[in-house]
């Protein structure tokens, strides 16, 4: 007990926790004030809205999935090498070789799960009409999360390189080549020429510019390597920050008004 | 293909852990019954049960292939020829129509209970079913498994806290969630049930992780495809309407106008009521149109895509070994040639040879005036018809254009349904189908 007070009065100690520990009212006010992680939370709120039953937690654990998934992606990112050459043998290895290879498994069920509670999530703020005003905006950031974890996911499921993952890529990434006007098999691209040449080619519409070649190829795990990994995961922190302010901002965590 | 004794030996090991776990569930909730809630009938049921369920255990764990419990061979051939495309989809269409219709039956508590325990034991004898048990045990359908009992399971959580809540309205009383506004501080009942549900989560996850290995097939190589190439679990709805529709409605289309009327939803919604509590009587409109996009057209057509549908795209039955060799009869018509060959017994307008653009063009619109037609007055007629019927009342709050997106949304989504009974009705493949615009509807 001495030494945990003689800690907690140091000097270090108090540099890095701005507050003393919450054991009273008064405290346990002030350190959801003053702490960096828990300012994102209110210092108090309806009892009702925590609930089990009521809030089924699904928002909660789907922003845990994406730290996990963040942790373990960083960390697979130092073995893994997204070239022909490589990605398949790192993830062979990944699975009969390499010490912690489990990552890959947390990771994948991570994403798989991450899907799954984030449709929970939509389905409950569905069901408690939490959608409506003033939330109207809140689920519209939240339905572009909804895609960009689908995104997410299905260009993580390219990464392997095995047979899964490039025919699955391929079947998916083929409806882009049906694009109305823009993929050169899609309804009206007939009626994109300049002087008799086609603008809309195999090599030149919406399915190319998804893969950056004319099939499921190197080019299209480099791209999906950058998008999976950097470009997707900085717009869905950026729009969780939103939808978590305006959480707060928009009357709080979901109950009756 | 007959369970082999190999297959059987395999997978006894996992049932016998799984009856015991249901054994020792029920053991559980009979207990709590007994002891919580004085329901000594109910436990004795429980307790009969989970004593059946070590019977069961026990017998999957004897080392006798045999004896592990499974679905005599004239059911699950019975199950197999009876399923098909059309059974599937209308079975779950009048299921869960009866779950709603009678929803205050099937939200209590044992009635629930009993069902749990009928869809675990069903899936446990399914799964001595070696065809049924290599699909839903490939790793990546496990979560589609695991989402399966999930939207029950909070399906019912929800309905019966919205049955509680639509009485307590009828009566003239808030919602049990107006009831209580008591305001409690975040540390320590916020921060410790997160925290919770962290080390819940992890602890989850790490067991997935270590019982389950992540798929990983052979080598990728762009000149083997397999047979079915199947997009991701999630997109498989998708994949499924390719059956009824082309890919640039089907791929590109229908899943942009998901998203668009997911957003344009609290919009649309002018009903002030069921603001952030469960209720169904006072929001029943969006309630059945949600429930009927997410479970029909979304989860049952994802559930059809991965575990029904094999070699080129095929329907098997969930017992049903998936070969490549089975034949299904394409006769699809198109309807400008039920209109003009069939019905009228004349050939399909078309361009003299040597015609101008413009010559070609419109026969090609005498052709498909049928289908167009039918299009343009689903599209373009029916909305304002609506408007002065069906949907009078909404016209009228809603004003001119929140009412024809939200008209103009239902229809198409109600495109799926309807042409998926058109297809089973009328084999029709097309209603208007231009191939000189790669333009087919």
Redesign the interface.
């Known amino acids: 007990m001495a030494i945990g007070e003689t800690i907690r009065n140091s000097q270090i100690w108090k540099s890095i926790f701005r507050h003393p520990m919450?054991l009273d009212?008064r405290n346990?006010?002030v350190?959801?004030l003053t702490n960096f992680f828990?300012h994102l939370?209110?210092?108090?709120?309806?009892?009702?809205g925590?609930a089990?039953?009521?809030t089924?937690?699904m928002g909660?654990?789907t922003f845990?999935?994406f730290l996990?998934e963040t942790v373990t992606g960083v960390l697979l990112m130092f073995y893994y090498r997204p070239t022909l050459e490589w990605a398949?043998n790192d993830?062979?290895a990944l699975?009969d070789v390499t010490s912690l290879g489990?990552l890959?498994?947390?990771h994948?069920?991570?994403a798989?799960?991450m899907?799954?509670t984030t449709?929970?999530h939509m389905?409950?703020v569905?069901?408690?009409?939490?959608?409506?005003?003033p939330?109207?905006f809140n689920?519209?950031v939240g339905?572009?999360l909804?895609?960009l974890t689908?995104l997410l996911?299905?260009t993580g499921?390219l990464l392997?390189?095995?047979?899964?993952?490039?025919?699955?890529i391929?079947?998916?990434s083929?409806?882009?080549?049906?694009?109305?006007f823009l993929?050169y098999?899609?309804?009206?691209?007939?009626?994109l020429t300049i002087g008799g040449i086609d603008m809309i080619t195999d090599a030149s519409d919406a399915r190319f510019g998804l893969l950056g070649a004319r099939?499921?190829?190197e080019e299209t795990l480099n791209r999906f390597y950058v998008l999976h990994c950097i470009a997707i995961p900085l717009a869905v922190a950026l729009l969780l920050a939103i939808h978590f302010w305006r959480v707060r901002k928009d009357g709080g965590i979901?109950?009756?008004? | 293909m007959h369970s082999s004794g190999f297959f059987l030996k395999d997978v006894a090991g996992f049932l016998g852990g799984y009856y015991a776990f249901m054994a020792i569930m029920n053991g559980v909730a009979a207990l709590l019954l007994w002891r919580r809630k004085g329901q000594v009938g109910w436990a004795l049921v429980w307790t009969v049960f989970a004593g059946i369920m070590m019977v069961l255990a026990s017998l999957a764990l004897s080392g006798t292939a045999d004896l592990v419990p499974a679905l005599p061979l004239s059911v699950r051939t019975l199950v197999n020829r009876l399923s098909g495309p059309v059974l599937y989809t209308l079975g779950t269409f009048v299921l869960l129509t009866v779950l709603f219709v009678f929803r205050r039956f099937f939200v209590k508590p044992m009635v629930a209970w009993t069902i749990l325990n009928a869809m675990l034991l069903l899936m446990g004898l399914s799964m001595a079913d070696e065809n049924f048990a290599s699909i839903v045990m490939k790793p990546?359908n496990v979560?589609i498994v695991?989402?399966v009992f999930?939207?029950a399971f909070?399906t019912w959580?929800?309905t019966s806290?919205?049955v509680v809540n639509d009485d307590r309205i009828a009566r003239g009383l808030?919602?049990v969630?107006?009831e209580?506004?008591?305001?409690?501080?975040?540390?320590?009942?916020?921060?410790y049930?997160?925290l919770i549900?962290?080390v819940a989560?992890?602890a989850f996850?790490?067991l997935?992780?270590?019982c389950?290995?992540?798929?990983?097939?052979?080598?990728?190589?762009?000149v083997?495809?397999?047979n079915p190439?199947?997009?991701?679990w999630?997109?498989l709805g998708?994949?499924e309407m390719l059956v009824y529709f082309?890919?640039?409605y089907?791929?590109?289309?229908l899943p942009s106008l998901v998203?668009f009327g997911?957003?344009a939803?609290?919009?649309l919604?002018f009903?002030?009521?069921?603001?952030?509590?469960?209720?169904i009587e006072e929001?029943k409109f969006s309630?059945l149109t949600?429930q009927f996009g997410?479970f029909l057209l979304w989860i049952t057509l994802i559930i059809l895509g991965t575990f029904l549908r094999g070699p080129n795209w095929n329907f098997f039955g969930p017992f049903e070994f998936w070969t490549p060799y089975k034949v299904e009869v394409l006769n699809n018509v198109d309807l400008p040639q039920m209109f003009w060959v069939n019905l009228l017994d004349q050939p399909l307008p078309k361009a003299p040879s040597g015609a101008s653009g413009l010559v070609q063009a419109g026969y090609i619109l005498l052709r498909e005036a049928p289908g167009l037609l039918v299009m343009g007055a689903y599209l373009v007629l029916l909305p304002p018809l609506l408007a002065v019927t069906l949907f009078r009342g909404f016209y009228a709050k809603m004003g001119f254009i929140r009412y024809m997106i939200m008209a103009n949304l239902m229809l198409l989504m109600l495109t799926l349904p309807l042409k998926m009974v058109l297809r089973w009705t009328l084999n029709l493949k097309y209603i208007v189908s231009?191939p000189?615009?790669?333009?087919?509807f």
């Open positions: 919450p009212r346990r006010i350190v959801m828990l939370h209110p210092v108090s709120i309806k009892k009702q925590i089990l039953s009521f089924w937690c909660g654990v845990f999935l996990v398949y993830i062979l699975r489990i890959r498994e947390l994948r069920w991570g798989h799960a899907v799954i449709w929970l389905y409950r569905f069901l408690t009409g939490s959608y409506k005003p939330r109207e689920w519209v339905v572009i909804l895609l689908l996911s299905f499921y392997p390189w095995d047979q899964l993952a490039i025919w699955a391929t079947v998916g083929n409806m882009a080549r049906a694009t109305p993929g098999e899609g309804p009206g691209q007939q009626l099939f499921v190829g979901s109950g009756p008004l | 990546d979560p695991g989402l999930l939207l909070f959580l929800a806290q919205a808030p919602p969630e107006k209580n506004d008591e305001k409690v501080l975040v540390w320590p009942d916020l921060v049930t997160e549900c962290m989560v992890s996850l790490l997935w992780a270590i389950l290995p992540a798929p990983l097939e052979e080598p990728a190589s762009s083997k495809t397999p190439s199947k997009a991701p999630y997109f998708l994949q082309d890919p640039w089907a791929g590109v289309v998203i997911l957003m939803m609290p919009y919604d009903n002030k009521k069921g603001n952030g509590y469960y209720s929001r309630y949600y997410f231009i000189e615009l790669s333009l087919n």
